[in-house]
């Protein structure tokens, strides 16, 4: 059974070279990239497929790491979001059995972050973009990000919704105040708070109309959704205030595909597919923060048909890919 998975990080040394001169840089999290992890960013060679073989992973679908270049300054991010696709595109032709690769955006510039789309799609072959969510005080939902989500709908180019670290005022109202700071940053970011960041923007994607304007765009999450699919009931309740077309469920179903981010849980998968059908569901390891053991047996003991094993494994993957305008 082939496998690919889809969320899978790199940084590069120019990108690391901008958030350390950046004001805001990381926004905190520089000890969650150091050490080991640094360096299994950095690589895009041997020690990376020894990785991927070790876990039995056909494929990596490569992305810039959170916070990708939502925190620098709007020129400085167009010229590393056209080199770092250009590195991306270049590692899956080098490579292609074994790479591919979501574009990365330069979203404080938004009309030329919707240009890079287009070139990152059309001429370097990647597929779609992973976002880090909002861009320093912007949600996804703000009118200036919309240019780039049209593109996105009209390429029929998937989105992937990566977790970010929330803004500080965010972190020190609700994960701050502990004894030791490695408690609030862990707490603010892997512990709940990227999680909630992530569901956050699609659900704001929802509540602004955007999505029924856009019903061709396509949404990844991870980590089984970022809560969304966990709370669908309770969050069905905004449907008496906002003036919803569908219910909530069915925007879920209509443009969200999700990924396991190297959760292997069986209690997860099964409340996915209370709401989602088997075709939404697509394999991640969320590489280098998670390890990619047990994620083959996961796919291949899931209480999923053959087929819908298959599906989960690689085919949904390709089947969304095939569908791009190139």
Request: charged fraction near 25%.
């Amino acid at each position: 059974m082939k496998l690919i998975a889809i969320e899978e990080h790199l940084v590069t040394p120019a990108i690391l070279d901008a958030w350390k001169n950046s004001a805001l840089g990381q926004d905190g999290m520089e000890a969650l990239d150091s050490g080991d992890t640094k360096d299994q960013l950095l690589d895009l060679g041997e020690r990376r497929l020894a990785r991927m073989d070790e876990g039995g992973i056909d494929v990596e679908v490569l992305s810039v790491t959170t916070p990708a270049l939502h925190n620098l300054e709007p020129e400085e991010s167009v010229a590393l979001a056209r080199s770092s696709n250009d590195l991306m595109a270049s590692t899956v032709r080098a490579n292609p059995e074994r790479f591919q690769g979501f574009a990365t955006l330069p979203m404080p510039a938004p009309a030329e972050a919707a240009t890079e789309l287009e070139r990152a799609v059309r001429e370097l072959g990647l597929h779609g973009a992973l976002l880090c969510g909002r861009t320093r005080d912007k949600n996804l939902d703000h009118p200036d990000f919309f240019p780039m989500l049209e593109t996105a709908a009209r390429l029929r180019a998937p989105l992937y919704i990566h977790p970010q670290i929330p803004q500080k005022p965010v972190r020190d109202a609700l994960y701050g105040g502990f004894a030791d700071p490695k408690i609030d940053l862990a707490f603010s970011t892997f512990g709940v708070g990227w999680h909630y960041e992530s569901g956050i923007q699609f659900l704001r994607l929802m509540l602004s109309g955007t999505l029924d304007r856009l019903p061709d765009l396509r949404i990844i999450l991870g980590h089984w959704g970022e809560v969304v699919l966990f709370y669908l009931e309770r969050i069905q309740g905004l449907a008496q205030v906002a003036p919803l077309k569908r219910s909530v469920a069915d925007y879920c179903r209509d443009h969200l595909y999700i990924t396991p981010s190297g959760m292997w849980s069986p209690t997860y998968l099964q409340r996915t597919l209370e709401v989602m059908s088997p075709d939404r569901l697509i394999f991640s390891v969320d590489d280098p923060y998670r390890p990619a053991r047990g994620g083959r047996t996961f796919v291949e003991t899931a209480a999923l048909s053959e087929a819908d094993r298959e599906a989960f494994a690689h085919r949904n993957w390709e089947r969304l890919v095939s569908g791009i305008q190139r």
